[in-house]
């Protein structure tokens, strides 16, 4: 059951990065120009890279490269574990939407009710892998620390790209 309620989360966040990716494709149909799209909507690939960067690096590289010294999960599949994928994609994408909420959505109490069920769900989404014995505690910090380091570069490049734009 909890890998189906991870499994939900998991589409959940992936649902909340494409309406990002169809807002940002509808600014560029619409502003006749990419450099029109709102810079957080743009600034998010770069985030999103880096995951599927961290993806194929410990999930199809690593095992290939040393084999059997990787961290496999605890179930017994002999599949790596190490970073958590759900966890890492889950919390990075939530990070990011909460960064870009403020923008889009003005009314703070739905934006702090927006924000409270993501975490839930982040929190749903650690604690339900290691449940289902899915991943270790550390597969899911590993993911959560990625995911932090990969949602402050974001919040830099957006906090530094407007204190830019207020200085033109």
Partial sequence: MWELITNIILILSIITLAFFACLGLYQW???K????IDKQIRWMILPVILVVITYL???????????????????GSGEPSFPSTHVLVVTTIFF?????LPKYIKNRTARII??????????LNCIGRVYA?????????????????YSEIFYQII???KAKSKDE
């Avoid at 120009?33 to 029109?36: E, P």
């Fill in 29 to 31: 149909i619409t502003r």
């Fill in 33 to 36: 120009s990419f450099k029109r």
């Fill in 57 to 75: 690096i410990f999930d199809k590289l690593l095992p290939v490269i040393f084999p059997n010294t990787m961290p496999t999960r605890p179930n």
């Fill in 96 to 100: 990011l939407a909460t960064i870009v």
């Fill in 114 to 123: 927006l924000e409270i069920l993501m975490i839930v769900l982040i929190s």
């Fill in 133 to 149: 014995n899915l991943h270790t505690p550390v597969d899911v910090i590993g993911a959560l620390i990625f995911a932090f380091v």
């Fill in 159 to 161: 906090k530094k790209r």
